[in-house]
């Protein structure tokens, strides 16, 4: 394994901002350390983060947490049944007094947008978002409208067994980075978590502890992250996997193998390095992978198709051989 080259003063500075920021959310989302450091992962490799699990565990409350320890603007979106795309894309108005069209921007003109519930809308609606999503930009009537960056989508969702909810769509579920659930918290946690909320929002109180500017060096020093030949043959050998799977109809994509690459490179200057080892590809595996694989219709079949994906990837990360 390479020695890590020595820290410069700008990379201690950037990961010493990474500090703040973990420690900040942490603030609020108690014995998760896991969980906020995926959602740093997504949000430095220029990913969207995905936060599916059942009510009440704190999806929303990441979100917020992440969202206010962040510099500039945040936007929230309550997805509902009669949400429109115009709802959040905006729409063009003619302007009298200027003898021209204007447009009114929607909700998605932000740098981070929490779009809670995103399953309780509509396919039609949940796909406005694809090409903001993907490309860092909004199209209305022929004319395309740059996003400010960093641009984030924070999205939450109940289980698809909840009444009122529509699955996303494969597309839609393949623009986001990772996947990641929450759970209950341990006891001790929970327990203090009672005696400490009753004095109202925590959220709140949580202020900026880092800009958009130093969000974007980071994100800039990701795509620098050295990843090894032998270590590149690891992670094409397990996609390749993915797609000959007898769970499978269908394995993971091209972008999906990119979105793991580029999660395994932040997490590694998450982790203060320059270079990625095989740690950072196993641990990403379930969160970058398991929602890209589209069952057969037998293991769907089995009201468990989240499980039974994230248990087939983890198979495959535990049977190919690590490099040395």
Not at 178 to 204: F, K, S
Request: hydrophobic residues 45%.
């Amino acid at each position: 394994m390479p020695a890590a080259a020595p820290a410069t003063a700008e990379r201690r500075d950037l990961i010493a901002a990474i500090r703040r920021l973990e420690s900040n959310v942490a603030e609020v989302i108690r014995g998760k350390p896991q969980a906020i450091r995926l959602a740093l992962t997504a949000l430095f490799a220029r990913g969207h983060l995905l936060i599916e699990d059942i009510p009440g565990v704190g999806k929303t409350t990441l979100a917020r947490a992440l969202a206010a320890s962040l510099g500039g603007s945040f936007r929230r979106i309550q997805f509902t049944s009669d949400l429109l795309p115009s709802d959040i894309l905006g729409v063009t108005v003619w302007d009298q007094t200027r003898g021209t069209f204007e447009l009114k921007r929607g909700p998605i003109f932000a740098n981070v947008i929490l779009a809670d519930e995103i399953n309780r809308t509509t396919p039609r609606t949940q796909s406005a978002l694809l090409e903001a999503m993907s490309d860092g930009q909004v199209s209305l009537d022929d004319t395309t409208h740059p996003l400010d960056q960093p641009f984030l989508v924070l999205a939450t969702q109940n289980p698809a067994e909840h009444y009122g909810t529509y699955p996303l769509p494969e597309s839609q579920m393949d623009r986001f980075l990772l996947r990641i659930q929450l759970g209950y918290p341990d006891r001790a946690v929970e327990r203090e978590l009672l005696r400490e909320r009753a004095g109202g929002d925590p959220v709140a109180r949580l202020a900026p502890v880092i800009d958009a500017d130093t969000v974007r060096e980071i994100q800039a020093a990701v795509e620098h992250v050295k990843v090894a030949e032998g270590l590149l043959d690891y992670a094409m050998a397990i996609i390749e996997q993915t797609r000959v799977s007898p769970v499978a109809s269908v394995g993971v994509s091209t972008r999906g193998a990119l979105a793991w690459y580029r999660a395994a490179q932040a997490h590694a200057v998450i982790e203060g390095r320059d270079f990625c080892i095989p740690d950072d590809f196993k641990i990403l595996a379930v969160p970058a992978l398991a929602h890209r694989l589209m069952l057969t219709a037998t293991h769907e079949s089995l009201g468990r198709a989240r499980a039974e994906a994230e248990r087939a990837i983890a198979e495959l990360v535990a049977r190919v051989p690590v490099p040395t």
